[in-house]
């Protein structure tokens, strides 16, 4: 009798295996195999005698075709594709459920649709009578663009086949919907992802639509199936913000046609995503006082300049291991601040618990933040409010220097445009020329110094316990 294979697929990378185990070997997710079908594979038989056709090899530098882009008209998308989308190619727009995909893509296909670039929208989610809801909430009724709701791979295909004149930028929303008759797997899986991700990029390269790829992120932060589609795509764009907080931010991971360290910044209102053009305002409060623990970043995502508010608390801790949260930062960089910090300018935070925090839900993943993280920290934990006139931006290294970052012009210029009066930054940063007063730093204990003179330096030290700690006018 014939064994039947069994054939384990991890739903995270796309690795097979023979039996199923609760931890994946490759990526080594937890709970992420599934049994799924075979695919009917022959054996491979290698290429035998037979030829192929020959390949005609060109030179490097010739006529090319200049790169066309369809602007959506919606400028903070656009700008995160590197200018538009591009004919024939196909990108995966990721996010969380609920964060706004169908309708920021709904508004990018009316926008094309608008200047007269037909668009198709399919939704393997939503009724037609539901996005046409959507549609008109949103004054995007009279659009033309060409809606139908299916899941079938092969009726989808056809379908978008017919429509004349073919559309130039195509909508499926989203993959995990789709199944494709001739696998046996269910929707959602890897194979039945991996082989519609498969078969509809081929109809946007045949085509020659922009082919534009909704797909959901698990709980944990990935894409079902997320490795083997991010190598499908020419263009992965993560949509993420806070469900609490009203705005959106889009960001591309991978872009084979642009930059991959752009933002667009979006407000969700009840008329749908509204583009946010000066974020700065957005992420920092209307009427700031100087609050301890608190410090206004000079930053810097893609090409644009972002002030963002980083907030810290420093309280006391039970004895035992202290808490150190961090949120919209990355916790080994606050634990190398906390430990220049201690080490270089004697300030320590053994005895307290510390929460770091990113206001508005951004997400920072810049080195330069190092030196507002540390102010924020040291006024929080010597309850010294910082300037609130002040920006602060500058790398900290392990030996406690304050490093130079990039584009220091760009940075002080935004906090000049909003009021601001003061930056403290690396020492490079004098020449950058602005209307700020610069005061620079070569190293973090300056910092400290100017921060914390309500900490006698014998106090600085690990010795400090909540008892003993100096009160902030002692
Ligand atoms: P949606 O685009 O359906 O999210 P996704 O496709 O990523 O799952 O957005 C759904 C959320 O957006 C829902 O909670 C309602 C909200 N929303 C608004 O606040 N205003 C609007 O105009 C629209 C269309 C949606
Ligand atoms: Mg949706």
Not at 4 to 22: I, L
Not at 78 to 101: E, M, N, Q, T
Not at 342 to 365: S, T
């Amino acid at each position: 009798m014939a064994r039947v294979e069994r054939h384990f697929v991890c739903q995270a990378c796309g690795a097979v295996g023979s039996r199923w185990a609760g931890r994946c070997d490759s990526c080594g997710g937890w709970n992420t195999i599934v049994e799924e079908a075979a695919a009917r594979e022959t054996a491979p038989k290698g290429l035998g005698a037979k030829r192929g056709r020959r390949l005609d090899f060109v030179a490097l530098d010739g006529p090319g075709e200049p790169l066309v882009r369809l602007e959506t008209g919606i400028a903070e998308l656009d700008r995160v594709f590197g200018g538009g989308l591009i004919p024939g190619s196909a990108a995966l727009v990721a996010g969380d459920p609920g964060i706004g995909k169908s309708t920021l893509l709904l508004q990018a296909a009316a926008g094309l649709a608008a200047k007269g670039l037909p668009c198709a929208y399919v939704s393997g989610e939503e009724g037609v009578e539901q996005i046409r809801l959507r549609a008109n909430r949103l004054g995007l009724g009279g659009a033309p663009v060409a809606l139908a709701a299916a899941t079938s791979l092969r009726d989808i295909l056809t379908g978008l086949e017919a429509i004349t004149p073919p559309p130039v930028a195509v909508i499926v929303d989203s993959i995990q919907t789709l199944f494709l008759d001739s696998l046996d797997s269910a929707p959602g899986t890897v194979a039945q992802v991996r082989a519609a991700a498969h078969e509809l990029i081929r109809f946007a390269k045949r085509s020659g639509a922009a082919l534009l790829i909704v797909g959901h992120v698990t709980k944990e932060g990935m894409i079902a199936g997320p490795k083997v589609l991010e190598h499908m795509v020419d263009t992965v764009i993560y949509f993420e913000g806070e469900r609490g907080h009203q705005f959106r931010i889009v960001r591309a991971i991978k872009n084979r046609f642009g930059p991959t360290d752009e933002i667009g910044v979006f407000e969700m209102t009840g008329a749908g995503l509204k583009e946010v053009s000066n974020p700065s305002a957005l992420f920092l409060p209307a009427d700031r006082a100087a609050v301890s623990g608190t410090a206004i970043f000079a930053g810097i995502e893609g090409t644009r300049p972002l002030l963002v508010e980083i907030q810290a608390l420093v309280v006391s801790a039970p004895p035992g291991s202290p808490r150190r949260t961090v949120v919209g930062w990355d916790s080994g960089r606050l634990a190398m601040v906390l430990a220049v910090l201690e080490a270089r300018a004697g300030l320590a935070f053994g005895g307290y618990d510390v929460f770091l925090n990113v206001a508005g839900g951004l997400r920072i993943e810049e080195p330069a933040a190092d030196l507002a993280v540390a102010a924020a920290l040291v006024s929080a934990r010597t309850e010294i409010p910082l300037d609130a006139k002040a920006v602060i931006f500058g790398e900290i290294g392990l030996s406690g220097e304050v490093r130079p970052v990039a584009q220091a012009a760009a940075r002080l210029k935004e906090a000049e445009k909003l009021g601001f009066e003061r930056a403290l930054a690396p020492r490079d940063a004098a020449a950058a020329g602005s209307g700020l007063v610069i005061e620079t730093l070569a190293r973090v204990d300056e910092l400290v110094e100017r921060l914390g003179p309500a900490l006698p330096a014998a106090r600085r030290s690990g010795a400090v316990t909540p008892r003993n700690r100096p009160d902030r006018h002692g």
